[in-house]
Each structure stands twice: as structure tokens, then as C-alpha cells.
């Protein structure tokens, strides 16, 4: 299949579909919208979809509490779980616990940016489909200063000018559409080292939208490694 939607399109005429899909990504808007588009497929009443965030053990148990209804004028009851990465340990187990045990007419979209976030476990339990979006401009070249000295200076200056995050927001596109486009398709080897570079600054975004790690260096970390 050429996209997730046409994907989930065959699946559902098929009847195939898991109890539980991971849609991850940056494309948000693309993840909610597949999301609304297979419970349309299914004729599912909106008072059968419930869309939230979990962080706290307490919505999912919540969750779990609404869910045991059942659907009240549709075939499924969906549940379309928003950044479930930004749940607790806690809550991810809890999660986890309800997907072990599901309802034969509930279906689970858990959307996240970051899906290494999550418990490898609750990770296992769903079918995983990608959505990205990259940069419109894709000619723009992808530059990295070439001595560690300059790479140590360029870290600075993004940390002085406020201005790493949204640099290393960009760079994961470009670099996402550079594995996409072409890396994968010529050198599964230079594919795998490069897939863990990109962890690498997807984790590093995580941290400074989360936690007071030093902008200086994070930035540093990222340059070093590219």
C-alpha cells in the first residue's frame, strides 16, 4: 500500500483490523485524521469515540470504566489516545494491562511523536503505521560544521540566539527525508548507524521540551554525533 490510509482502507474492507494501532510521527493532524477516518469506515456513532490524553493512571482507569459499556450505536467503540508518550510508567502499565485484555468492540489508536518513549511492551502490542511530514523546501541543503571547534561554536551560538530546539525540529525532517528519500534504498548498514542518529535527536528534543537539560549542551550532543 502506498499510505496508512490506504492501508487501513483494505484492512477494514478485509475485516482485519488489529484491536490496536501506534500511529507515530510528527504529522499529528495526519494521525488524528486516520484515526476519525477508520472509525467512519466503521459507521461509528461520535458518542462511541472517545478522544483524550492519558498521562495519569487515574484517566486510564477511567478509560477502562467508560469502555466496559460497550458501544452504544455503533459496531466498536474507539478510542483514539493522543501523545501517549507523555503518560507515566504507571500509566503506560495500566494501558498496557487494558490492551492485554480487550473488548471485542473497542479499537485503540495510540498517537505519539515519540514512540520510543514507550514501554517496549505496550509498543508490542500495536501495530505500529508511520506519518511524517517534511520540509516543503527539500532542495535546502543539510550543512554541519566540519571541525569540532566550529561544531562547539555553532552549539553556543544556537544556545545564546534561544534557538536549538526549533534547529533540531528541523533538522529531524531533513534528516528524516534524507533516510526516507535515499539512505534506506542504498546501504542497510549506513541505514541502521543512521536510524540511531535520529533517535539521538529525537530523544534530545524530548529532553528539552521536558526537562532543564543545558541548551549549550544539547546542542553540543547532537553536533557531535553527526
Do not use: C
Amino acid at each position: 500500500m502506498d499510505t496508512p490510509l490506504e492501508f487501513l482502507k483494505a484492512t477494514v474492507k478485509a475485516e482485519k483490523l488489529s484491536h490496536a494501532y501506534l500511529f507515530s510521527g510528527n504529522d499529528t493532524e495526519a494521525q488524528i485524521a486516520a484515526a476519525l477516518f477508520v472509525a467512519d469506515l466503521l459507521k461509528t456513532n461520535e458518542a462511541d469515540i472517545v478522544s483524550q490524553e492519558l498521562t495519569a493512571i487515574e484517566q486510564v482507569r477511567d478509560l477502562r470504566d467508560r469502555l466496559s459499556l460497550g458501544a452504544w450505536a455503533s459496531p466498536f467503540k474507539v478510542a483514539i489516545l493522543k501523545n501517549v508518550h507523555k503518560a507515566s510508567e504507571e500509566a503506560q502499565s495500566a494501558l498496557l494491562k487494558l490492551l492485554e485484555e480487550p473488548k471485542g468492540d473497542t479499537l485503540f489508536f495510540l498517537l505519539t511523536a515519540y514512540p520510543f518513549l514507550l514501554l517496549p511492551t505496550l509498543r508490542s502490542r500495536a501495530q505500529e503505521l508511520r506519518f511524517w511530514k517534511f520540509p516543503l523546501e527539500e532542495g535546502k541543503p543539510f550543512k554541519v560544521p566540519a571541525s569540532l571547534k566550529e561544531r562547539f561554536d555553532y552549539a553556543k551560538e544556537l544556545a545564546e540566539s534561544e534557538e536549538v530546539l526549533l534547529t533540531l525540529q528541523d533538522w529531524l525532517l531533513r534528516l528524516r527525508h534524507l533516510f526516507v528519500s535515499k539512505i534506506v534504498k542504498e546501504d542497510m548498514q549506513k541505514a541502521v548507524l543512521f536510524s540511531r542518529t535520529l533517535r539521538l535527536v529525537e530523544e534530545t528534543i524530548v529532553l528539552l521540551q521536558t526537562t532543564n537539560v543545558n541548551p549549550r549542551l544539547a546542542a553540543e550532543r547532537v553536533l557531535l554525533a553527526l
